[in-house]
């Protein structure tokens, strides 16, 4: 266990949490300023842990998933997915810090035990060992900073930061738009291929929930029954959750339309925008945005 000290302040047991109870710093050496050349890569962690606005969690799946980040930092990739790509291209950088919003894993946790004999885990375990790069997830705080880093990324992706609510953050009122006008809108400014709709394109709107990812089909649910959007737009859905709920709202005849954007597509501006929010912590760091992009081939 680590020793608790009650006058430590949160930055000061961020870097405590971090240090885990192997390796126990003394906290004038982890909180020395120092050109971020030489911060190892716990360090670093550490640094942005304390930059947010929120209070360290007990439990997250924010952790490492990968490597050993006691090692010094020589350049961070920011991307949805440490996929195969973005770690070849991270090594081509130089870059040993991938922090990746989503699994690396295939799992909500990465738990790998089940995946031993996976010649896929293999290959990424062993690709990721050869190069020395630590992949560290970067979620549960980003989406819990003020503001929201995923969703202020978007909004500036679309250029609708005006437009937010500032009681509730996920809720825009918008000029007038056709359900139609705002899905080309957010394809053409996220680069999106393809994404899907319920609801009648001509419909107007004005009032719009954005709630990139995959928030759960609950949240999505309860977030319409209480803000009532023209329209919501989301990452990704179960297929026999919202989706259903929109099409009965629709037979219903209620003016409530839902776009349905793709998870990854989605939260990607989110990680771009990091890398503006990282820039000033790291002075002297290259800081490079890698983006995973969508998985899938639309035919
Ligand atoms: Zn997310």
């Known amino acids: 266990m680590v020793p608790f000290?009650?006058?430590l302040n949160r930055r000061q047991f961020v870097s405590v949490l971090a240090a885990g109870s192997a390796v126990f710093l003394p906290l004038s050496d982890i909180r020395a300023v120092r050109p971020t050349g030489q911060l190892s890569i716990k360090e670093a962690i550490d640094r942005i842990i304390a930059a947010i606005t929120q209070e360290p969690y007990a439990s997250t799946v924010d952790t490492v998933k990968s490597g050993d980040p006691s090692i010094p930092l020589s350049g961070i990739v920011t991307t949805m997915f440490a996929t195969l790509d973005v770690i070849r291209k991270a090594a081509a950088l130089k870059a040993n810090l991938i922090i990746a919003h989503e699994p690396t894993f295939y799992n909500h946790t990465d738990d790998t035990g089940w995946l031993e004999d996976h010649d896929v885990f293999r290959f990424k375990r062993d690709l990721l060992a050869t190069h020395n790069i630590v992949v560290w997830r970067f979620h549960d705080y980003w989406h819990a900073n003020k503001p929201d880093g995923i969703r202020q990324g978007v909004l500036a992706a679309v250029q609708w930061e005006k437009y937010q609510r500032k009681d509730v953050p996920s809720l825009l009122?918008?000029?007038?738009?056709?359900?139609?006008?705002?899905?080309i809108h957010f394809k053409k400014q996220?680069?999106?291929?393809?994404?899907?709709?319920?609801?009648?394109?001509?419909?107007?709107?004005?009032?719009?929930?954005?709630?990139?990812?995959?928030?759960?089909g609950?949240?999505?649910?309860?977030?319409?029954?209480?803000?009532?959007?023209?329209?919501?737009?989301t990452g990704e859905l179960q297929e026999w959750?919202?989706?259903e709920y929109y099409r009965d709202l629709a037979s219903m005849g209620r003016k409530q339309s839902l776009i349905v954007l793709g998870h990854s597509v989605s939260e990607e501006p989110g990680m771009r925008w990091l890398v503006d929010w990282l820039k000033p912590k790291f002075p002297g760091t290259a800081i490079t945005h890698l983006p995973s992009g969508d998985p899938f081939t639309w035919l």
């Open 218 to 233: 609950r949240s999505q649910m309860m977030f319409t029954r209480e803000h009532t959007p023209d329209v919501l737009i």
């Open 190 to 216: 996220l680069g999106i291929t393809s994404l899907r709709t319920i609801g009648d394109l001509a419909q107007r709107c004005e009032t719009v929930g954005l709630l990139p990812g995959a928030p759960g």
């Open 5 to 7: 000290n009650a006058s």
């Open 241 to 243: 959750e919202t989706s």
């Open 173 to 183: 009122r918008i000029p007038a738009m056709s359900l139609r006008e705002i899905a």
